[in-house]
């Protein structure tokens, strides 16, 4: 009974194997099946992309080669025109021929010959018979266009030319000959990345002319190489039926030596020439071969991958939140060594935070630097009037979507002072493109921005004098008029400065326009902008004045101090008013010079302003001293 149970036990193990084989036999031929029907589907498709591809380019290059030709021989009849068209019998290339010429890219020359020296060329004898059946073709009033040839013209490139007789009353005078490269002509400008597909043109003996880098000249024949890759009969037979039609032909052809290649053909429009295209398949075909391997190795992998995937799925969250701590210390540790200072802005909750180090350089205190937007909150660490900067800059990035921006703002520091910093900043997006943070630095330029504003002083300021130079000067005062309502504009001149300078020299005139200068920064404000246009002419300008009282004990109190220092020269003063006299730069400066003309009339050394009075005839300007 024992050795029976034994028996019996071995037997259901040994169904149990055979189970599990034959399951595994089933699911390979399975498997295999599978893969061999997607093969085959695999391998029609690429066929299929194969076919479409190389029709596509062939068709493109038919027409490109087409309209090439047909543009050559409209500029080439366009040219005749103008030679038949001429008065004289000076045939010379004028304006109009070098105006048609730039209408092509594709024409490299253009020729004309007169009908003399074809006539000559006619009767030599070293003239091939060729050359000499086209020049009599053209003799009697044919356009022609050429086979294949060196040209002299290209400096013995491969050429084509299209050629048309001139006429004038009745009789053919000359020929204008138009050139193009024959490697130009069979450029592929379609799709130039399929790399595969090479143009060959031929005769419809098969004989091979040109491709886009070779010239054959017939030497080698598209029949005889087909033969030599023993290729069989009727597929040659058909790829010659389809270069006697002319017509469109797509050949598939199976090589034991060169693999699977397709060839299509098409009859072109002159000399009975045809555009061969080629594409050899072995080279995507391996991207099939290449898919199946990698189609079995992914059902191979698949099981081991997801067996891997949860042990990995954890070493790697585990790896990546102890990268992130090591970050954030590296990110904190850094920030206490840099004078730079990063920041963090939170778009969900609109908070900024930055780096410790900030407090090391800036009068910071929390609720400083948490809501900029808050408008209860005062946002004490910037400088007021670049608080709206930085909340523009941070607006626009988040609702516009823009990647990176860049704004100078000025910080207060722990003296009071404030400081001014480059802020450049980077918006960061999640998976639906939503703007999640914004992060970014801020740098001390102040001292850079010191030594350009000291650059631009220098640049803008009378080098003798130290006020404004005329530009200088005409622009402020300009943006000034922009920003108040009210205000004065003088205009001073040194009364017999030329006297001066005569009689006493150039240096005395220096130091007399330089004590002026000095004079006027007494008597005017600190704000009010003293400008040199040159010579010993001044203006000034008192914004936020309106009281004409107030501009005229001005121009008076600098008379009295040059009279009391005993100054050794006086001036004329014209005074304008804004915006009564002039809106702009030069209404004022117009109004302020003719009251200062006035001042010199009524015996210099005085001052003069315009008063409009009303008249009879309407108001009219009256000078007031």
């Not at 200072?341 to 090391?360: G, H, K, M, Q």
């Not at 207060?412 to 639906?432: E, F, I, P, T, V």
């Amino acid at each position: 009974m024992k050795k029976r149970n034994n028996g019996q036990k071995r037997t259901m193990q040994l169904r149990v194997w055979l189970l599990l084989i034959g399951s595994l036999i089933l699911t390979g031929i399975m498997v295999a099946v599978m893969l061999k029907m997607y093969q085959g589907r695999n391998a029609q498709i690429f066929n299929s992309l194969i076919e479409e591809n190389l029709t596509s380019i062939h068709k493109g290059q038919v027409a490109e080669i087409d309209d090439s030709i047909q543009e050559v021989q409209k500029l080439v009849n366009g040219i005749a025109q103008i030679y038949e068209s001429l008065d004289s019998s000076d045939l010379e290339l004028n304006s109009r021929y070098q105006e048609a010429v730039e209408q092509l890219d594709i024409l490299n020359d253009i020729e004309y010959y007169s009908a003399d020296i074809l006539k000559e060329e006619l009767s030599k004898e070293d003239t091939s018979k060729q050359d000499k059946k086209v020049i009599e073709r053209l003799l009697n009033d044919e356009s022609v266009i050429s086979d294949v040839f060196s040209s002299k013209q290209l400096e013995g490139a491969y050429a084509i030319s299209v050629m048309r007789p001139v006429k004038r009353a009745g009789e053919i005078i000359g020929v204008v000959c138009g050139f193009i490269k024959a490697d130009e002509l069979m450029k592929i400008t379609m799709r130039q990345d399929y790399e595969w597909t090479s143009n060959f043109l031929i005769t419809q003996d098969g004989s091979l002319i040109i491709d886009k880098d070779v010239y054959y000249g017939g030497e080698e024949n598209l029949f005889r190489d087909l033969e030599d890759m023993d290729i069989s009969k009727n597929k040659i037979e058909e790829v010659r039926d389809g270069l006697q039609s002319g017509k469109t032909s797509l050949v598939t052809i199976d090589s034991p030596r060169e693999g699977q290649f397709f060839i299509m053909t098409t009859g072109l429009r002159y000399n009975g020439w045809i555009l061969l295209s080629m594409t050899h398949s072995n080279e995507v075909k391996g991207y099939s071969v290449s898919i199946m391997k990698n189609t079995r190795l992914l059902i191979v992998s698949l099981l081991v991958f997801l067996i891997v995937l949860l042990t990995g799925a954890a070493g790697i969250y585990v790896q990546q939140k102890e990268r992130l701590l090591r970050n954030q210390a590296r990110y904190e540790l850094l920030a206490q060594f840099s004078d730079t200072i990063l920041f963090e802005y939170d778009c969900s909750a609109r908070s900024l935070a930055f780096t410790p180090n900030i407090v090391d350089h800036f009068d910071v205190r929390p609720e400083d630097i948490r809501y900029p937007f808050d408008e209860e909150q005062k946002f004490n660490l910037l400088h007021p009037d670049d608080v709206e900067r930085l909340r523009n800059m941070l607006k626009s990035m988040v609702e516009t979507g823009t990647e990176q921006m860049e704004e100078d703002v000025r910080f207060l520091n722990k003296s009071g002072d404030y400081r001014w910093m480059h802020c450049q900043a980077q918006l960061l997006l999640d998976r639906r493109g939503r703007a999640v943070m914004v992060v970014g630095k801020f740098s001390d330029v102040h001292d850079q921005k010191a030594q350009e504003q000291r650059l631009i002083q220098k640049s803008s300021t009378d080098a003798m004098t130290g006020a404004w130079n005329r530009e200088a000067a005409e622009e402020q005062i300009t943006e000034q008029l922009k920003q108040t309502s009210y205000g004065f504009f003088f205009m001073l001149d040194v009364d017999d400065f030329k006297r001066i300078n005569d009689t006493q020299g150039h240096s005395a005139g220096d130091s007399l326009l330089i004590q002026l200068v000095s004079e006027m920064k007494m008597v005017f404000r600190r704000e009010d902008i003293i400008g040199r246009l040159g010579g010993d002419e001044f203006v000034i300008f008192m914004a936020d004045v309106k009281e004409l009282f107030v501009a005229c004990s001005k121009a008076d109190a600098l008379l009295q101090r040059l009279a009391k220092q005993k100054a050794a020269f006086t001036v004329s003063i014209g005074i304008a008013a804004f915006p009564s006299d002039g809106s702009s730069y030069q209404e004022l400066y117009i109004a302020a010079d003719s009251a200062m003309y006035q001042a010199k009339r009524e015996g210099k050394g005085k001052y003069s302003f315009r008063k409009k009075e009303p008249a009879n005839t309407g108001e009219k300007d009256i000078f007031v001293g």
